[in-house]
């Protein structure tokens, strides 16, 4: 893991936080308590490369235990972007990490675009916890754009 990355997992405190970014829609539980349903819950946007670690969060705020099965991590690169990137998806209160993706991206066409993590049988996250989203893109080649997205799937428990 990047040392920077390390270093802000650590250094999370959400108590009294509210969400830093618009708090995505989720759908509601579907009538077979066993089917899935996913959400696109963190999308930075485009950003130049600035090797600094950025920070978003989402809070479990429907009242209901979420059983997570699945997270994709996706990662986007401006051409002629060259960088050390990584992001995760870790639960807080106990960091426990859900997801996790890491690239030396130095060439172009880049290869996978995107990492799927499969959590067999499941992850909890209770009511009123949070999934926290870090990504990091080293300044390899300035003015150079990336982008990252998590993706989640679960049912409610």
Same mark, same amino acid.
């Given at each position: 893991?990047?040392?920077?990355?390390?270093?802000?997992? &650590?250094?999370?405190?959400?108590? !009294?936080?509210?969400?830093? &970014?618009? *708090?995505?829609?989720?759908?509601?539980? @579907?009538? +077979?308590?066993?089917?899935?349903?996913?959400?696109?819950?963190?999308?930075? !946007?485009?950003?130049?490369?600035?090797?600094?670690?950025?920070? +978003?969060?989402?809070?479990?705020?429907?009242?209901? @235990?979420?059983?997570?099965?699945?997270?994709?991590?996706?990662? !986007?690169? *401006?051409?002629?972007?060259?960088? +050390?990137?990584?992001?995760?998806?870790?639960?807080?209160?106990?960091?426990?990490?859900?997801?996790? @993706?890491?690239?030396?991206?130095?060439? *172009?066409?880049?290869?996978?675009?995107?990492?799927?993590?499969?959590?067999?049988?499941?992850?909890?996250?209770?009511? +009123?916890?949070?999934?926290?989203?870090?990504?990091?893109?080293? &300044?390899?080649?300035? *003015?150079?754009?990336?982008?990252?997205?998590?993706?989640?799937?679960?049912?409610? !428990?």
């Amino acid at each position: 893991m990047h040392p920077e990355m390390e270093k802000a997992r &650590a250094a999370i405190s959400l108590t !009294g936080v509210k969400p830093t &970014a618009t *708090q995505a829609a989720v759908p509601p539980p @579907r009538a +077979d308590a066993n089917d899935l349903v996913s959400a696109l819950l963190f999308n930075s !946007g485009s950003y130049q490369a600035d090797g600094q670690v950025h920070t +978003d969060t989402w809070h479990n705020t429907t009242g209901k @235990r979420m059983l997570i099965t699945a997270c994709k991590l996706w990662a !986007g690169f *401006q051409y002629g972007c060259l960088a +050390d990137a990584q992001s995760h998806v870790f639960r807080y209160p106990d960091s426990a990490f859900v997801a996790i @993706r890491q690239e030396d991206h130095y060439q *172009q066409p880049g290869g996978l675009d995107g990492s799927v993590m499969y959590l067999n049988p499941y992850m909890a996250l209770e009511p +009123d916890e949070a999934l926290v989203f870090q990504h990091f893109a080293s &300044a390899i080649t300035p *003015q150079k754009g990336v982008h990252f997205t998590a993706t989640v799937w679960w049912r409610y !428990g």
